[in-house]
């Protein structure tokens, strides 16, 4: 009886429903976040795409063959304890390095950002485990509309963070895309000349406007595919 009449007063208590509401708006979206930028850091197939797009072939003048061995070994660069990547192509039959040391250097502060966010998955999912599990442990089904509410506002602040960024991008991408680098790394090694960095080559700005737009809209359906199962979940049983 004490055990019931805990849990009711936990079920109506605003403070355990803040806390719920916070963290789910916190951890979900990032999970989210982490997540796509994961499965996008290490998927070959988005590289070709993008190189495909993006006509990388004739602007570096490397073949698909370079190419597709290029996009490898960042993927492999990103997962591995090596602290630089030595990329190495073939180019007309002979091998060569790819990037400078400008280049280099930029590339392992770009490792070290990946790997924040990969670490990030982690632990913004337990989060969300750990909430999710724990208020059904606590309340059982007394739980669903608290996990729907908070849902609810998880969404609306991801979908929030993403129309905002969306639309940054699509009206400013080059003021987004310098205001993200000066916030994300602490030095200027970012700043690359354009006509002689083949990491520009690889990746121009059109490669990254159309990864961010690509990011946003999965994020935004996934939040809203969690909302909607969410939301079916919590409605009242129908009692035939």
Not at 23 to 31: Q, T
Not at 91 to 96: A, H, K, L, Q, V
Not at 104 to 133: E, Q, Y
Request: proline fraction near 2%.
């Amino acid at each position: 009886m004490n055990n019931l009449r805990n849990n009711d007063q936990l079920a109506s208590s605003s403070g355990f429903r803040i806390a719920v509401i916070v963290m789910l708006a916190i951890s979900l979206p990032l999970f989210f976040i982490a997540l796509n930028v994961r499965v996008l850091t290490n998927s070959q197939t988005f590289y070709e795409w993008g190189f495909d797009a993006n006509n990388v072939e004739r602007h570096t003048g490397l073949d698909y063959s370079a190419l597709t061995s290029a996009a490898s070994q960042i993927i492999d660069y990103f997962g591995n304890d090596k602290e630089f990547l030595d990329l190495r192509v073939d180019f007309e039959g002979r091998e060569i390095g790819m990037f400078n040391e400008r280049e280099i250097t930029h590339m392992s502060d770009v490792k070290d950002v990946m790997n924040v966010m990969f670490n990030a998955v982690w632990v913004t999912g337990a989060m969300v485990v750990i909430v999710v599990a724990g208020g059904f442990f606590l309340l059982g089904r007394g739980f669903l509309p608290m996990l729907r509410s908070g849902i609810m506002w998880s969404t609306i602040a991801g979908l929030s963070v993403a129309a905002l960024f969306g639309l940054a991008t699509l009206i400013d991408f080059n003021t987004t895309f310098q205001l993200f680098h000066e916030v994300v790394f602490r030095n200027d090694f970012w700043k690359l000349n354009p006509s002689q960095s083949q990491l520009l080559r690889l990746f121009p700005q059109s490669f990254w406007f159309a990864a961010t737009l690509i990011l946003v809209a999965i994020t935004a359906v996934q939040l809203g595919i969690v909302y909607g199962a969410a939301w079916l979940a919590s409605r009242p049983r129908r009692c035939d």
